[in-house]
């Protein structure tokens, strides 16, 4: 039956002929899906020069990078390039206030200046292998949600150890469309990855939160690492001793240029997409998750913003929190923007209408779809209203910091009380260890802004849920207090312990006699009354809707499958490695507005403001500009570029990703999206979906002639 499946999916993709843009592609399907397509779009190369388990492939020049982004093998010394913001936290780290390469750009000006990073992964593929049959071995129809997972759960375990036997490989399983098809991997992590060389943030980050996912970009985006290997060129733990990895495969880099409707594909690890949404799911998605959790981020950035202004201290406590809050606020609002203007809802329902008359054919499925369609309505008008209630907790009262602190108590508490017990004989000596911690809170709180916040989430939920929707504790807090918000987040703040460093302090050297103390705290309270109801009355509810809501969709997916012949069906990004492929391309994002498809550093001039944190430009990229001395790196016509965009169906996790050309070469490094097509992630638009890139020859031009470095370019293997 499985097998059945894939055939399908082969088939029917094979049938009607995948189109480009659209689609994260499984690399060791190309030679049945794509191959033909991509090279009638201008693809010079074979399925098998991307993917192969028999020879070297492109896929051997790719990694995962950190765990969340993507990142490309550049030499035979095992350099890699991936994004600045893919990097960022391990440049932060080794930034002092002496020498802080985050404003002023880190270079290694050989191997031995290298810096280590702990904890820091480079994870290749080794192969990947369709499992649907053997994780359903003994499967029974009968066998209830749980005992269907914990069978493929148990199978899967055994397949990845056999896969890995007698090596220092991994494995892992993933679940594809819907749990209709299983891919194991076989991969090959290594785990001294050391920086070689970052931008200073200006460059690296030009732009900031004001220009993140928009279009026209001149963000210099990227950093340098390089992998280091045992000296049997194995994965090994970190040792001065290790020498740079020799790769399997590395980029080769063009510098000879792009032009408008040249072929493209990015190769990298698209995170999670939800391309086969039921039209109710959209519709909860645009109208409620996105709204709500989009307001509720807004007035905390509003806040935040107000008291990072303020205080140089704040902002420097603050500034990855802000980034990363800001990072997705900007996207789901993009998202549901596009999806109002693409008119998500009603594509969706059209889309299931035409379904359900190819099914007529069949009275059987007939009446299995319509029951399946009609339990989708029933269960997203159900979850729906959990689903706001989620967001308000998680988006809204976990935004207060103090909230998020309150956390770590609960832990407190039990261990404590484990000790009392005589159950626990080490806590005094374990808990002095997170003493620091509870205490060092107290050292980076800007307790002014964290009142905001709090009286700021504690109206917004109020106002936003029903009565009976929010937790009774908050609501007849909010009720005796007539409302007023304010007045609870300082009479917390004022009268809580574990908001008062000193006293917290006193309590802290005698904590498993008072517990109690912590327990009635007010904002131990506030947060574990919270917790209770959302452990109890929401979490519940989501966690079984969303685990019927999987069973359906896998049942509506076999059924798209079988029925759907006119569609191409590619899986949902799910974090494994994928190829999609477009050409470059500009857009028309809006009624009178045109993008081009590309960027130059005269843009950046242009930007240039001094009194703007976002748009500070260096002397020194001033002068060069000044000069043109942009050496082997200019166009044709003697500019330099600094961006492009194309139509490749990219996501999160693709930063740091290879632009590659039509012969697989480097042209440039992936780091984001334009703002207007952020709602690919759920439907993709060709007219106004665009992936935004590096472009290749700016980062060399930054290495060479900025950071003088030019001794890492002759490491490389350049296409002129
Ligand atoms: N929007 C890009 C991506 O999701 C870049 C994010 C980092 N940059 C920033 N300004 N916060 O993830
Ligand atoms: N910046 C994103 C990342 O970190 C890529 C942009 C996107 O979501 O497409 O993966």
Redesign the pocket.
């Known amino acids: 039956m499985k097998k059945l499946l894939l055939a399908f999916v082969v088939l029917f993709s094979v049938s009607v002929g995948v189109k480009a843009d659209e689609g994260m592609w499984l690399p060791y399907l190309l030679k049945q899906l794509n191959e033909k397509d991509m090279k009638k779009n201008g693809c010079k190369l074979s399925a098998e020069d991307i993917y192969s388990i028999n020879k070297s492939s492109l896929k051997d020049a790719i990694v995962q990078f950190g765990g969340g ?1 993507t990142g490309e093998i550049i030499s035979d010394k095992g350099l890699l390039l991936t994004n600045h ?2 990097g960022y936290g391990q440049i932060a780290n080794h930034s002092t206030v002496e020498k802080d390469y985050l404003t002023h750009g880190f270079w290694a000006m050989n191997q031995s200046e290298e810096l280590p990073n702990p904890g820091l992964t480079a994870m290749f593929i080794i192969r990947m292998e369709d499992v649907t049959e053997k994780v359903n071995k003994n499967m029974q129809t009968y066998f209830s949600a749980v005992q269907k997972d914990s069978t493929i759960r148990a199978n899967a375990k055994e397949i990845e150890k056999e896969a890995v036997k007698g090596t220092h490989y991994e494995s892992f399983t993933r679940p594809f469309y819907y749990g209709n098809m299983y891919i194991m991997f076989v991969t090959e992590t290594f785990k001294d990855v050391r920086l070689v060389g970052a931008p200073p943030s200006f460059i690296g980050k030009f732009g900031g939160d004001t220009d993140n996912w928009v279009w026209p970009r001149h963000t210099g985006d990227f950093s340098v690492f390089r992998i280091y290997a045992g000296k049997d060129n194995k994965p090994a733990e970190y040792s001065k001793d290790n020498v740079p990895y020799v790769p399997k495969r590395s980029l080769k880099i063009n510098i000879k240029g792009t032009e408008e409707g040249d072929f493209t594909m990015v190769y990298g690890f698209p995170g999670r997409t939800q391309e086969y949404l039921f039209s109710d799911g959209v519709d909860m998605l645009m109208n409620v998750n996105d709204p709500v959790r989009v307001s509720l981020r807004e007035k905390r950035l509003e806040i935040m913003d107000k008291y990072m202004k303020a205080d140089d201290q704040t902002r420097i406590n603050y500034a990855a929190n802000y980034a990363s809050v800001a990072n997705y606020w900007k996207k789901w609002l993009g998202e549901m923007t596009g999806l109002k203007v693409s008119k998500a809802v009603e594509k969706k329902k059209a889309w299931e209408k035409l379904f359900l008359e190819q099914v007529a054919t069949n009275a059987e499925d007939t009446k299995k779809f319509n029951d399946l369609f009609n339990e989708f309505h029933k269960i997203y008008e159900e979850y729906t209203g959990y689903s706001k209630q989620q967001d308000y907790v998680t988006e809204g009262l976990f935004g207060i910091n103090a909230f998020i602190y309150a956390r770590n108590f609960e832990k407190v508490i039990n261990e404590a009380k484990k000790f009392k017990d005589g159950k626990n004989e080490n806590f005094n000596k374990d808990f002095e260890k997170t003493k620091p911690t509870l205490i060092g809170f107290h050292k980076t709180i800007n307790r002014e802004m964290d009142i905001q916040l709090m009286a700021a989430m504690l109206d917004m939920y109020d106002k936003g849920l029903k009565k009976g929707e929010k937790v009774p504790y908050i609501d007849s807090m909010i009720v005796a207090y007539e409302g007023n918000t304010l007045r609870i987040a300082k009479e917390i703040y004022e009268t809580s312990t574990i908001l008062n460093k000193d006293k917290l302090s006193k309590v802290l050297d005698d904590v498993a006699n008072k517990t109690d103390v912590i327990q009635n705290d007010p904002m131990y309270l506030l947060y574990s009354k919270t917790m209770t109801h959302y452990n109890a009355k929401i979490r519940p509810y989501t966690t079984s809707y969303e685990q019927r809501l999987t069973e359906m969709y896998k049942i509506y997916m076999e059924g798209q499958l079988k029925y759907m012949k006119g569609k191409q069906f590619y899986p949902d990004a799910n974090s494994t490695l994928r190829l999609t492929y477009g050409k470059i391309k500009g857009s028309k994002p809006k009624d009178g507005i045109k993008y081009d498809y590309y960027t130059t550093i005269d843009g950046i001039m242009e930007k240039e403001n001094p009194a703007i944190d976002d748009y500070v430009v260096f002397p020194k990229l001033k002068e060069l500009y000044a000069k043109k001395d942009y050496g082997q790196y200019a166009d044709k016509n003697g500019k330099l570029r600094v961006a492009f965009i194309a139509a490749n169906h ?6 740091g990703s290879p632009v590659l050309n039509a012969k697989g070469e480097l042209i440039g490094t ?4 334009a703002w207007e097509g952020t709602m690919s992630d759920v439907m993709y638009n060709p007219d106004i979906c665009r ?1 935004i890139t590096l472009d290749v020859r700016y980062t060399l031009f930054i290495i060479d002639k900025y950071a003088g470095a030019g001794y890492l370019v002759k490491e490389m293997n350049i296409v002129k």
């Open positions: 982004c913001h893919c990219t996501t999160g996790g693709n930063s992936n780091f984001d999206r992936n």
